[in-house]
């Protein structure tokens, strides 16, 4: 790359420093470098006057100095030429290591959180005052599981709270509690007239989402269907019958109307909440499907192993009916799902629960 030659006027005179003695410099003839003459030529003035030997010597030295820097460019420049574009040698220290990405499994579309069309509001304190559970009772069972109360839920169960219900993996067990005792202690017809009291033999409080229910403040039959914490209409009503009817989950064979276990019941009291916000039908499905795959985290990652090998598709489109239907998440029907991904080799862990039926 050439550069502009520096012209006298960029470079100031030096300014000696006061006391600063300047150094005296001999003056030396200036230097001249002329070209050697052609052989046409007279002999340059420089060497008239000298004998034709030292004439001669002269020229010969003039020659073989040219020479020797001529012979000197071309090596510098030939080397230039020899060593561009060549592939410079290894160096002796290792090259640093490249990071080889690992293969990840497809995704299944499972979601780690979900928010649901419902604030908390007062439902704590009420569920408190109603006697569906004392707060200190409800507090030892979560600090006995080492899951202790966030200073959030303490606050929901306690004073109420505007925020809305987001359910993921870390608060779905205390969402399953009390939605369970909602479910149990809510005023409604699917309690009152429903499977559960059909197949009570005159005792309430002989199934697991009733007497099962150990943290009540009072008696399971006074507790049962008796306080009107979440009111309907008739059309909201319909809709929670026609949702529970065809909700299922995979520890029974009995849908959400017949409410015999605490997933169940919770399951009963989420649509009645939901309900009551006047959700539709399919909001109520679509709910239905998210939280029973945190509440069965398992069981939800087989059914969509299945549906993907099956149709290609993951959690996310997967048709909310079908997701909780009897076909698929009824305990029969997700043991057809199981043992087809167990005959084709598509298990990827032993199906576990994600909680059982107890508090």
Known sequence: MQTDPVQASEVPPYEYEMGETPIEVEAQPPVSIRAAPAASEPPDASSAGLPIEAQGWSRRRFLVNAATATLAFGWGVGAGYWTWGRTPAPSAEPAAAVAVPTPQPPTL???????????????????????????????QVYAEAGQPLSAEQQAILREGSDAPVVIDHANAYFLLNLLWALGLSNNNRLLREGALVANSGGQVDRFASTGGWSLAAKPIAQLYSGSALVTLTEAQQARVEEAAAAIYRPCCNNPTSFPDCNHGMAMLGLLQWLAAQDADVDTLFEAAKMVNSFWYPTQARELTLYYQAQTGEDFAAIPAREAVGRARFSSDGFGEVHNWLAANGKLEAPSQNGSGCGV
């Open 109 to 139: 579309g499972l979601p780690h959180s979900y928010t649901l069309p419902v604030a908390y509001g007062l439902l704590g304190p009420q569920l408190i005052q109603v006697g569906a559970f004392a707060y200190e009772a409800f507090a």
